[in-house]
């Protein structure tokens, strides 16, 4: 961003990021702090009728610009126009709510006795990665690890794929179907009345 | 005034705020979330807001 822009304490959540992953190796417990990233924004647009969190504190996409821009890992080239399309950043939100419930599904299973613990993380809701050594037992119940292996999961597929894009792309590519950032403009567009 | 100046396209613009980021002149604010407005008094066209665009949103026009 531009360098002479005044810095604040938010210009930095792009560490956070990492510490996130990182706290999430070694403890999976560590991965509900990753829901202030789903409930800020949306508390942002809802309360605020704006995108600030985006535009201002969202860790990932600084990540993206930090390597992208600042470390020089992007081709900074135009992304397909259907990328940032109206179906597909809709659609792609529908996935990813899609795959939100499954997860809280998955979660539900363990809490009633159905499913046990998979001490597993799922990237690209394909590929099951052991990840046992981020948990051995707690205070809190099983369920409340198989929510974080889950959310993890989602979290780390999430960035993986934003790192994709800005690696072939442009550095924020992942904003334009970000399904938080489509979400908070839905809501934005809706409180706003401006289609 | 410069010859030039960016023109957001309301309806792809993902208002994820990049380009108020990049733009030397503080030209543009993000409109309620929705997208991005310049201030076409401010604005003089360089162009880096388009550079940055991750939805390829905006276009430099020449003034009228």
Redesign the interface.
Known sequence: MANKKQKHWYSYLWIWSIIYFALGFFNILFAWLGMIDFILPLVFAIVGGNKWFCNNMCGRGQLFWVLGRNVGCSRRKPAPRWLASKWFRYGFLAFFLTMFGTMIFQTYLVFSGANELRKVVKLFWTFKVPWQWAYSGSIFPDWVAQFSFGFYSLMLTSTLIGLIVMLLYKERTWCTFCPMGTMTQGICKLKSHDK | MAKKRANVNKN?C?????C?????REAIK?????YALVNEEICVGCG?CQ???????IEIKERI
């Open positions: 792809i993902v208002a994820c705020g990049v108020r980021l990049e733009c030397p993000i409109h309620q979330g929705c880096l550079k940055a665009c991750p939805a390829n949103a």
